[in-house]
Structure formats: structure tokens, C-alpha cells
């Protein structure tokens, strides 16, 4: 089942056509409303004219995290001030956050785009969508929120933490869907553990669709298992309208980018070239929809690669898969690179450990890893507990190159996330 078949299933040919009259239009909107993309326009001696094929789009400049700042709050507007609708900002490590304006096409794009992931994840009309992102100025619990009605769900605004509370609407209201972070279903897997729910027995859910930070195969495979439920990895950010950007379908091998509203670029983030099919790199993004604040060339700082085969659910559109690493989050320890997600995958296969881990640096330029015991686990002898200690160090030292410091915790010890977790603490004299 489809919600919009016709844009889904469009063969190739007719969505690049699509494509590229989308993409001339955004171009003729920013260059003739937006002095950023003017300036930029006017220093590669380019006009709206020369986009004459898909392949122009690699002549088009680059727009970065940085120039979304530089241009707060509303430097990018392609829009009159009060054409908007909607504001919503994106996280800032540092200073001023991000301004993301939507006009009523784009709110409603959006949805649309939620609509047509949530359907392809096997979600109906009448399921019960308990979100439990954050809602506010993100775009993560909003977007996902309008299009969960649009598909014609209850959908029940409960919003992160408080799992007894979660757990109480879940029961009264018979939750089926849930939206979450990762780290927040890994702790209410053991929440429910711990108040002896049994989801599979006593809940009635189906479905999770899981994302906002980057997680690992593994990661999946605890979250499926603690909550009896399936997991649908999904990917968004909010420069490309928030959540629904890209969704994996019943399939579960990758996620659907709905390419009617990007172009998608992979890129070698050191040279700016495309890498060869199939290869990691960065995702670059255009947006072929949005009006009020189109993006040409996003650089998302995200890592993965496209899957370009055809899918068995029919949808033409290509996937990505699954976000390896955030360009941001990646550490460098002692000359190595090293993304978090590779010590979450080495931990969360590992028999006998819990949910929750820390990753931090200190000293000159050390890493200890400090992760839970599963709740079963311990209470082990110390012999044991030393030797899975070593098990793990050297397990991780075969992934990352590094040999941390591993320190097993009681479960329940590490700090709680209930929204994005803090994964890594640097505390590094370098
Ligand atoms: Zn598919």
C-alpha cells in the first residue's frame, strides 16, 4: 500500500525530469530572492540558465551550518517575512541556533512526506501513535505529529520522559506506534523490565520508528527484543523540513529518500567529489520543494552511502543507508578516527551488557568506556566480571585501533537520557 503511488513509483526517467524542473525552479527562486545565493551566484560567474541537466547541479555552491548562522535569523527567507507559517530551530553545540521557516506548502509537505513514510512502514489508519520526541522548536515531535493524522492515527502528543506515565497512556490507550530516540527505548526497555511488563503480553504495541541520533544494527536488535516490537529506522533534519527525509519501508534494507523533494550527493568530504557507487561519504542535500527557505547543496556532515537497487515494496525512490556517524561527532584519539557508533556496535553485541554507556576522554589523551551490566548479569564473580572487562577491551580495540579503558558499571548507574543522549564526555587537556 501507498499514500501517494504515483510519486513513490515513478520510473526513473519521469523523476529525474521532476527532478530537474524542481531544481530549476528553486534555483530561479533563491537567485532572485535570496543575496546570500546572489553573492555566491555572482561570484562563479553562474546564472539561474546554465542549470540545464542534472549533472549542473555539482556547479551550484555549497551551503554549510555555517552560513545558516551567519545568516540568522532570517537572511535566507525566499519568502516575504509573512508568508511563513511555522518556525523551528535546530540544535547549536555553540551560540545562536539555527532559524528553519516553513510557508503553508511546506508545513503541509512535510506531513506529506511522514504520511508516505509511516504507510510504508506498514502503519494504518486507527493505529494509536504514542510520540515521545520532543515537542517545542524541534522538528522532530511536530512534523511527525501532522503526519501521523494525516494517515489518520490517534495520535497522542506525550512527549519525552516520565515512563510510568508512557507506560499508563500506553496501556489505557492501546499505544501501537511509538516515536523515540534510541537511547530513550533502550531505557524504557529497562524500565519495563524492571516494573515486570511484559510488552509482547501486556502492551499492545507494534511498531517503533526510531532516529533523531545515529544507531547501530545491534542497537536495533536490544530494542526490538526489549520492547516486542519492530523498528523502523528513519533519518530527517530539520534544514529538509525535520523527520521523513528518509524512511525504511517494510523491508527494513535502507531508507526510502524521497527524491521528488531532494537530490541527494554523496560525497568524499576531503575532495568535494562524488564518491563511486555504493561508497560512504558525506550527504549533501538539495531541497526540490521547500519554499520559504530553499537549500542548495546542504552539507548535512552526516556519513553513509545510497543503495541504488530496486526495492521489493516497488518504490523507486533510492535509500541511504544507515547514518554510520555524524562528520560532527566524530573523535580523533591519539591520531585515530573513531566514531561513536563503533563502540556502541562492539558493547550492544556483547552478551551480559546493559543499555546505557558513556564514552569518556580525559588526560592527554585517554578513553575509558563505561557501560552497564545487564540487569542479569550481575552480581557475577569478580573473576568473570575482570575477564569480560579484558574481552571487551580487546574487542574494541580490533574495531577502533585504540585500547580503551573499559569500566563496568551496575545497571541503573550511568546517567539517564530521555531525549538525545550524551554519549561521549571530552574532558581532554590536549
Ligand atoms: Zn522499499
Redesign the pocket.
Known amino acids: 500500500m501507498f499514500w501517494d503511488e504515483t510519486h513513490e513509483t515513478l520510473p526513473r526517467p519521469d523523476l529525474e525530469r521532476l527532478q530537474l524542473q524542481r531544481l530549476q525552479e528553486t534555483v530561479r527562486r533563491v537567485f532572485a530572492r535570496v543575496p546570500f545565493y546572489q553573492r555566491k551566484f555572482n561570484d562563479l560567474g553562474l546564472t539561474p540558465e546554465a542549470i540545464r541537466s542534472l549533472a549542473d547541479l555539482r556547479r551550484l555552491p555549497f551551503t554549510t551550518n555555517a552560513d545558516l548562522r551567519a545568516n540568522y535569523p532570517a537572511g535566507l527567507l525566499a519568502v516575504p517575512y509573512d508568508q511563513t507559517l511555522r518556525l523551528h530551530t535546530s540544535s547549536g553545540t555553540t551560540g545562536k541556533p539555527k532559524a528553519l521557516f516553513f510557508s503553508r506548502q511546506d508545513v503541509n509537505n512535510a506531513a506529506e512526506l511522514c504520511a508516505r513514510a509511516f504507510i510504508?512502514t506498514g502503519v494504518r489508519a486507527g493505529d494509536v501513535f504514542q510520540n515521545m520526541m520532543t515537542y517545542g522548536m524541534f522538528t522532530g515531535a511536530l512534523v511527525t505529529h501532522y503526519g501521523a493524522e494525516k494517515v489518520g492515527c490517534l495520535v497522542i502528543p506525550a512527549g519525552p520522559g516520565n515512563s510510568e506515565r508512557q507506560v499508563m497512556l500506553m496501556r489505557d490507550f492501546g499505544s501501537t506506534v511509538i516515536h523515540l530516540t534510541p537511547s530513550y527505548a533502550l531505557y524504557l526497555a529497562t524500565f519495563l523490565e524492571k516494573h515486570g511488563v511484559e510488552p509482547r503480553r501486556d502492551l499492545q504495541l507494534r511498531k517503533a520508528f526510531v532516529g533523531a541520533e545515529p544507531y547501530t544494527e545491534e542497537t536495533r536488535r536490544k530494542i526490538e527484543e526489549g520492547l516486542g516490537l519492530d523498528v523502523y529506522n528513519s533519518y530527517g533534519l530539520s534544514e529538509m523540513n525535520g523527520p521523513g527525509v528518509a524512511f525504511e519501508?517494510e523491508?527494513k534494507q535502507g531508507m526510502?529518500l524521497w527524491e521528488d523533494h531532494f537530490l541527494v550527493e554523496i560525497l568524499d568530504p576531503e575532495t568535494d567529489e562524488p564518491v563511486p557507487e555504493g561508497q560512504s561519504g558525506e550527504l549533501v542535500l538539495t531541497t526540490l520543494c521547500r519554499e520559504a527557505m530553499p537549500l542548495l547543496r546542504y552539507r548535512t556532515r552526516d556519513v553513509t552511502a545510497l543503495i541504488t537497487a530496486p526495492?521489493?515494496?516497488g518504490?523507486t525512490h533510492r535509500r541511504l543507508h544507515r547514518i554510520t556517524g555524524r562528520a560532527d561527532d566524530m573523535l580523533i584519539l591519539r591520531g585515530v578516527n573513531i566514531y561513536p557508533q563503533q563502540i556502541e556496535r562492539v558493547l550492544m553485541a556483547q552478551p551480559g551488557i546493559g543499555r546505557n554507556y558513556l564514552i569518556e576522554l580525559t588526560g592527554l589523551d585517554e578513553m575509558t568506556v563505561k557501560v552497564e551490566l545487564a540487569e542479569a548479569g550481575f552480581g557475577g564473580q569478580v573473576e568473570q566480571l575482570i575477564a569480560l572487562q579484558k574481552k571487551l577491551a580487546e574487542k574494541l580495540r580490533a574495531e577502533i585501533l585504540c585500547k580503551p579503558t573499559v569500566q563496568l558499571v551496575p545497571p541503573g548507574d550511568l546517567p539517564v537520557s530521555e531525549g538525545k543522549a550524551k554519549r561521549v564526555v571530552d574532558r581532554r587537556q590536549l
Do not use: S, V
Request: hydrophobic share 25%; aromatic share 0%.
Open positions: 510504508a519501508c523491508q526510502h526495492c521489493a515494496c518504490r
